[in-house]
């Protein structure tokens, strides 16, 4: 985001890439339906395998990253399978992961028991006809909706061509069944290989342990996998040290040391974006609003004075406040009416989600409590805690602030669009009472150039000592 690394990036060059996305890895668990660390177990199997291959050092490296990323194109398709299923998106993904949807039975089966539940027949047969109506055509555009996404965030935090075509390739299957486009064998990269095989084992492993992944492997060997793979996990089933460790994976002692990737600032930066890029493609009624947060938090703590570096912690914050919100099901994040009583109890749970992922990553532990309280309110009306008065810091408030201006501005499913003039007058009902008067004053400031020109620009040039501040920029 910034046009120049801070100094303090020279200190964080022993710092890996790998420690903040592993721990990132269970945001992308929680959009796909899986027990946190899904992606870890899965990178923890997919290295073992590539080891007893004697992968070279920047395959394994490119493997690496692509496993514990592989599902960050997760949430693109997740408003649509909600809609076709009528049911929770995430229960859904990880229900058909754990079932051979490739037999025509079991993918019936799946059908009848995850569509439209609790509805009436008319209903539910309304849903399963367009379930069949789309059939492998459907689940093919959405399988290459979610790689291309994936391989496309890769490749924007600067990671290998390599490894964003194992991303890109991960839903194909050896005998030509798979998606998106049907390749077979080694028309397969040998990565995105490797990783189907290491990402459906750790399903397996979690509901039946070793020998139930080991026969899944072996029914499938040739279908799903490529044989070759499955004969090194045949020879690998009674092996402590290729099953060990799964219960609480530790990435990190396994990362290729050739090809570790620095956690500078800048890749930060870019890695937050990215990450905000994921939550906002979860429904296309926040398309923007990770990003029109940042936005506002970084301009408003420039208009009160707390420079470019503070400006650029509160940009970051705001890309991750809501990770929390890959986890809400789609059916509740893109209801047109009212959320009844279960529903707002898991919206408010967001703030905790996000805060659960955020403080397994030390190098974001301030990122981890702003996610936490961006939803709490100076009178104590806010939630998950209730917090008020001096338990909130000023970036606290900042974000706060930002979170509902954006929130304003943007369609939502059940309301258009706000202009700058009825924003201002719905908050500043608030002002001085749940929302901080200095903080409100500032953003009334910024407001109107952010609407009108700033929340367009794809990376604008927030920190750049000649960017114009809020008055500047009306003038212009």
């Known amino acids: 985001m910034r046009p120049h690394a801070r100094e303090a990036d020279q200190e964080w060059v ?3 890439l790998s420690d903040v996305l592993a721990g990132l890895s269970h945001a992308l668990d929680l959009t ?5 660390g899904h992606a870890e177990r899965a990178c923890l199997l997919g290295m073992r395998i590539a080891a007893a291959l004697d992968l070279p ?3 394994r490296a490119s493997l690496y990253y692509a496993l514990l990323l592989k599902d960050a194109g997760c949430s693109v398709n997740a408003a649509p399978i909600a809609e076709l299923y009528g049911n929770d998106d995430g229960l859904v993904k990880a229900t058909r992961r754990a079932n051979d949807h490739r037999s025509a039975a079991r993918s019936a089966i799946h059908t009848l028991r995850y569509a439209a539940p609790g509805a009436d027949m008319r209903t539910k047969l309304s849903r399963i006809r367009a379930l069949v109506a789309s059939g492998a055509e459907g689940a093919a555009k959405l399988t290459e909706l979610r790689c291309e996404r994936g391989a496309d965030i890769a490749l924007g935090i600067g990671l290998s061509d390599e490894t964003a075509d194992a991303i890109r390739s991960l839903d194909e299957h050896w005998d030509g069944g798979g998606y998106p486009r049907g390749r077979a064998g080694e028309e397969i990269p040998l990565l995105s290989r490797i990783m189907c095989l290491a990402q459906t084992l750790e399903i397996y492993w979690l509901a039946g342990g070793r020998s139930s992944a080991t026969r899944m492997a072996k029914e499938r060997s040739g279908a799903w996998f490529d ?7 045949a020879d690998h089933a009674h092996d402590d040290a290729f099953w060990g460790g799964l219960a609480r994976p530790d990435v990190r002692a396994i990362e ?11 890749r930060l930066d870019s890695l937050a974006e990215a990450f905000g890029q994921i939550v906002d493609a979860k429904t296309p009624y926040t398309a923007r609003h990770s990003r029109g947060v940042a936005q506002l938090a970084a301009l408003i703590t420039l208009e009160l004075g707390l420079g470019a570096d503070e400006a650029s912690r509160l940009y970051r914050a705001g890309q991750l406040h809501d990770l929390g919100k890959l986890g809400i099901s789609n059916r509740i994040l893109d209801k047109p009416g009212k959320l009844d009583a279960e529903e707002w109890a898991a919206m408010k749970g967001h703030p905790e989600a996000g805060h659960a992922v955020l403080s397994r990553i030390p190098l974001l532990g301030d ?5 936490l309280t961006h ?3 100076l009178d104590g009306s806010g939630y998950p805690n209730g917090l008020s008065g001096d338990q909130l810091a000023l970036d606290d408030r900042i974000l ?3 979170d509902v201006g954006e929130a304003l501005s943007a369609e939502r499913p059940y309301r258009e669009a706000l202009p700058v003039e009825r924003v201002l007058s719905i908050m500043s009902e608030d002002r001085g009472t749940k929302l901080d008067e200095s903080v409100y004053e500032a953003f009334e400031r910024v407001l109107p150039s952010w609407h009108e020109v700033i929340r367009h620009e794809e990376r604008p040039e927030l920190f750049s000592p000649d960017y114009p501040r809020s008055a500047d920029r009306r003038a212009a």
């Open 227 to 233: 044989p070759e793979l499955v004969r090194i996990v």
């Open 32 to 36: 796909e339906g899986h027990p946190p």
């Open 14 to 16: 022993d710092l890996h």
């Open 57 to 59: 050092d920047d395959q």
């Open 367 to 371: 990122m981890a409590r702003l996610a």
């Open 400 to 402: 706060a602030i930002a």
């Open 375 to 377: 939803h709490e309110r």
């Open 256 to 266: 290729p040391r050739a090809g570790a990737i620095g956690a500078t600032d800048d």
